[in-house]
């Protein structure tokens, strides 16, 4: 795993600029506000994704590149995105002449990690934007839920900002029955922003939205603390009584 100490590469690309050893452009050596965290299923590759400048092109002075790095602190994997070529690269130093425009392009940089991942968080080295994550009984649970209903499905939910769980319940004899649980480990479920409604509903004194998505599904969502959660079905399967009910026998992990 490639490591770094962000403070010396600043210093040093300061002072490569100040003496006029080379133009690399403007800003290099300035960590990027990170954006999003993907792992790959194995957990052995992690995407970064930022907002940057255009792709790097060597005979495009108006082209940007990035270096990504990441450092272990405890069971905190740390990632930061470092700018390497800035806007004006290879340009002499005197030349005022150069024009950009003002554009952000979505960027991803990909790191290696030596094994899998298997931490509690990955955090942005400059500070904005942390993802989660939570195992075993660290998971929030349902314990409202009809006989014979199991967990069917579950995996990680990448949509969800800071770090998040989903579960799909069910009994084995039914794949049409069937609700879905999200766990937003630090915010709010993904799926509020896409498809929530204005109608208020509560969930043990806490605030909370309707929704209903395209294909049918309505749903609830609501945030008690730090986590929030969302719940949702077709309405043939539970009626909105039945979700809030539901609702209300989440048992937190710990």
């Given at each position: 795993m490639r490591r770094v100490s962000f403070a010396g590469g600043l210093v040093i690309a300061l002072l490569l600029s100040a003496c006029g050893a080379l133009n690399d452009g403007a800003g290099v050596g300035e960590l990027q506000s990170i954006d999003r965290f993907s792992l790959s299923a194995d957990r052995t590759t992690l995407e970064v994704g930022f907002v940057g400048g255009a792709p790097y092109d060597p005979d495009n002075p108006c082209s940007t590149n990035y270096e990504a790095t990441s450092e272990w602190l405890g069971d905190v994997l740390e990632v930061g995105v470092v700018k390497t070529k800035g806007m004006g690269h290879g340009v002499g130093f005197g030349n005022q002449s150069l024009a950009c425009?003002?554009?952000?392009?979505?960027?991803?940089?990909?790191?290696?990690?030596?094994e899998p991942f298997d931490g509690s968080e990955i955090r942005d080295a400059n500070g904005e934007h942390r993802r989660l994550f939570r195992t075993g009984n660290e998971l929030a649970t349902l314990t409202g839920l009809p006989s014979g209903w199991e967990v069917q499905v579950q995996s990680e939910s990448p949509e969800t900002r800071g770090g998040g769980w989903i579960k799909v319940y069910g009994p084995y004899d039914d794949p049409s029955q069937q609700v879905v649980f999200v766990q937003a480990f630090d915010g709010y479920p993904h799926i509020w922003r896409a498809f929530t409604g204005d109608e208020r509903i509560t969930v043990d004194g806490v605030d909370g939205r309707l929704f209903h998505t395209p294909n049918g599904h309505q749903g609830i969502w609501w945030k008690p603390g730090t986590e929030g959660y969302a719940l949702y079905a077709f309405e043939d399967v539970f009626t909105l009584e039945e979700l809030l009910a539901l609702a209300e026998t989440v048992q937190p992990g710990g």
């Open positions: 425009p003002a554009m952000g392009y979505f960027r991803t940089e990909t790191i290696d990690l030596d």
